[in-house]
């Protein structure tokens, strides 16, 4: 019988070895960058999901109250400024003591104290932020009539809402926050990053690239874009903040020639199909 003569195994030299050692480090960050990605992917769906439920609220609410969507007092004017997280500890949001006139986020609260919808729907799953237990014991929305000041909303609200109270130029040009809005009208969605810690909403454009126009994104989603609900209950991601009515700043009241020189966010919409998203990121 022939004998059959294997060649001795070669080991593994250091030259193996290095490039091994140079490829585990490039697969590592592929993996993670997959595993973020996947991650981010599902936080998207789950935000999403988020915003439905708070539509489907507004529309329950609505249904309740004329057609009419969420909010509290309102005092109207030429010049409407509204503000946000006041009057929490009020047992009743429409009483002296509750929120004051023109609270956007006493108006959002009122769909915990009327609505079966829960304080974890509030908050996005890729924010840094949990849900608000109204104090612990067996405290619930109806001990309060909004998120607690500027803390609370940062550490307990993910999402902004169209400011509910016009001033009179809005009131004239046919603004309504009611069931008769459009599907291209933007209702809620991440939080408006406002004007601080890198992000401005007020001096991007349609053109602005993509580094810029993250600056304009909300930071719920690492300035990639926002879940926006809309004004027939379906929710989209867009990628940048012009993406209401013909193109609208959805974050900011759109400038034109009624006294106010430049786009602002701590307003009122300009007309009815100006969205302005509120509370922003401050």
Same mark, same amino acid.
């Given at each position: 019988?022939?004998r059959?003569?294997?060649?001795?195994?070669r080991?593994?030299?250091l030259v193996?070895?290095?490039?091994v050692?140079?490829?585990i480090p490039?697969?590592?960050? %592929?993996?993670l %960058?997959c @595993?973020q990605?996947?991650?981010?992917?599902?936080n998207?769906?789950r935000c999403a999901?988020n915003l *439905?439920?708070?539509?489907?609220?507004?529309?329950l609410y609505?249904?309740e109250?004329?057609?009419?969507?969420p909010?509290?007092?309102? &005092?109207g004017?030429?010049v409407v400024r509204?503000?946000w997280?006041?009057? =929490?500890? +009020?047992?009743?949001?429409f009483?002296?003591n509750?929120?004051?006139?023109?609270?956007v986020? +006493?108006?959002l609260?009122?769909?915990l *104290?009327t609505?079966?919808?829960?304080?974890?729907?509030?908050?996005?799953?890729?924010a840094n932020?949990? *849900?608000?237990?109204?104090g612990?014991g067996?405290?619930?929305?109806?001990k309060?009539?909004?998120?607690?000041g500027?803390d609370g909303?940062?550490r307990h609200l993910s999402?902004s809402?169209?400011?509910?109270y016009?001033d009179? =130029?809005?009131?004239?040009?046919?603004?309504?926050l009611n069931?008769?809005l459009?599907?291209?009208f @933007?209702?809620?969605?991440?939080?408006?990053?406002?004007?601080?810690n890198g992000c401005n909403v007020?001096?991007?454009t349609t053109? +602005?690239?993509?580094?810029?126009m993250?600056? =304009?994104?909300?930071?719920?989603?690492d300035?990639?874009g926002q879940?926006?609900?809309y004004?027939?209950?379906?929710?989209?991601?867009?990628?940048n903040p012009?993406?209401g009515?013909? *193109?609208?700043n959805?974050?900011a009241r759109?400038a @034109?020639?009624?006294?106010f020189?430049?786009?602002?966010?701590?307003?009122?919409?300009?007309? %009815?199909?100006d969205s &302005?998203?509120?509370p922003?990121?401050?």
């Amino acid at each position: 019988m022939k004998r059959v003569l294997f060649g001795r195994r070669r080991g593994a030299t250091l030259v193996d070895l290095l490039v091994v050692a140079g490829l585990i480090p490039l697969f590592s960050v %592929a993996f993670l %960058a997959c @595993a973020q990605q996947r991650g981010e992917g599902s936080n998207r769906v789950r935000c999403a999901s988020n915003l *439905r439920q708070i539509g489907q609220a507004i529309l329950l609410y609505a249904n309740e109250n004329r057609g009419v969507y969420p909010r509290t007092t309102f &005092v109207g004017g030429e010049v409407v400024r509204p503000v946000w997280g006041t009057g =929490a500890p +009020a047992t009743q949001p429409f009483d002296e003591n509750g929120p004051h006139p023109n609270d956007v986020t +006493a108006a959002l609260f009122l769909l915990l *104290r009327t609505q079966e919808i829960t304080p974890e729907v509030f908050t996005c799953p890729a924010a840094n932020q949990d *849900r608000w237990d109204f104090g612990g014991g067996s405290n619930t929305a109806l001990k309060w009539s909004n998120w607690e000041g500027a803390d609370g909303i940062k550490r307990h609200l993910s999402y902004s809402y169209q400011n509910p109270y016009p001033d009179k =130029a809005a009131e004239k040009s046919g603004f309504k926050l009611n069931t008769s809005l459009t599907a291209e009208f @933007a209702v809620a969605s991440d939080m408006n990053p406002g004007v601080v810690n890198g992000c401005n909403v007020l001096t991007v454009t349609t053109t +602005a690239s993509t580094s810029v126009m993250k600056t =304009a994104n909300s930071r719920n989603h690492d300035g990639d874009g926002q879940n926006v609900l809309y004004g027939d209950g379906h929710v989209e991601f867009q990628q940048n903040p012009f993406c209401g009515v013909n *193109r609208d700043n959805i974050f900011a009241r759109r400038a @034109a020639a009624s006294g106010f020189t430049s786009s602002e966010i701590i307003n009122s919409s300009f007309d %009815a199909d100006d969205s &302005v998203l509120l509370p922003c990121d401050q």
